[in-house]
């Protein structure tokens, strides 16, 4: 079974600060997602990678960076949070060939920025 | 946009009924895709069908697609209480690689005992 893990399932962070939210699937899958959940606005894509070192924007980018320095691993940073960015923070993955057919999503990330 | 928009957004249903959610989207597509959240959980990939393909089966689950009328319907028979959680849709377009997945906003299922 595919299994995608997040670093924190709950996060509390102040405004200003710095935040890494963490994936890590070990699947051997070249894709991986970040998306952002909120009530009435579904899920939005906010950066994806296909390749190690390879990123692209998504629907919603702005206010966040991306790194993936290794193929299992996927992080999503605010570089300086706020309150809009308080949400749900769903990480997924897929196959190379498969870039949008069946994503594996991990069991998410509630941040709070106060 | 091609999003797809589920409905009704809310469904109560005793338990052992049939359960049906209907999707609709705006443009062509390559492929329309289900998914499952249980609350406050990740998503599940449910089934996944073609726009080559009108009808799809996964256990109690079918699915099917209009091409013509740019929908979908899934239908979950003999609900089960596992089955209460938020079903969304999700659309993928023609151009492979360089059209996004887009998630509808979802359907919450309370199957009641």
């Known amino acids: 079974d595919v299994k995608v893990t997040q670093s924190s399932r709950y996060l509390v962070k102040r405004t200003g600060e710095k935040v890494f939210l963490e994936c890590v699937q070990d699947?051997?899958?070249?894709?991986m997602f970040w998306y952002r959940q909120d009530p009435g606005l579904g899920l939005r894509l906010i950066y994806f990678?296909?390749?190690?070192?390879?990123?692209e924007k998504g629907d919603i980018p702005e206010g966040y960076s991306v790194s993936r320095e290794k193929k299992e691993r996927f992080s999503l940073i605010l570089e300086s949070a706020s309150t809009n960015q308080t949400s749900m923070y769903l990480c997924?993955?897929?196959?190379?060939?498969?870039?949008?057919?069946?994503?594996?999503f991990g069991p998410g990330t509630r941040l709070t920025v106060l | 946009s091609q999003q797809g928009e589920e409905d009704p957004q809310a469904l109560s249903i005793q338990e052992g009924e049939n359960a049906t959610m209907n999707c609709s989207y705006k443009t062509s597509i390559n492929n329309l895709q289900w998914y499952r959240q249980n609350s406050g959980r990740g998503l599940v990939h449910l089934i996944l069908i073609r726009s080559n393909e009108r009808e799809k089966h996964s256990g109690r689950l079918r699915v099917t697609l209009d091409t013509s009328k740019k929908s979908s319907s899934l239908l979950i028979t003999a609900s089960r209480a596992a089955d209460t959680a938020s079903y969304f849709c999700?659309?993928?377009?023609?151009?492979?690689?360089?059209?996004?997945?887009?998630f509808g906003k979802g359907t919450r299922l309370h199957i009641l005992p």
């Open positions: 990678s296909y390749d190690v070192k390879m990123k």
């Open positions: 699947m051997d899958h070249e894709n």
């Open positions: 999700a659309t993928v377009g023609l151009r492979d690689r360089d059209d996004k997945i887009i």
């Open positions: 997924a993955s897929s196959l190379f060939a498969e870039l949008y057919n069946e994503q594996f």
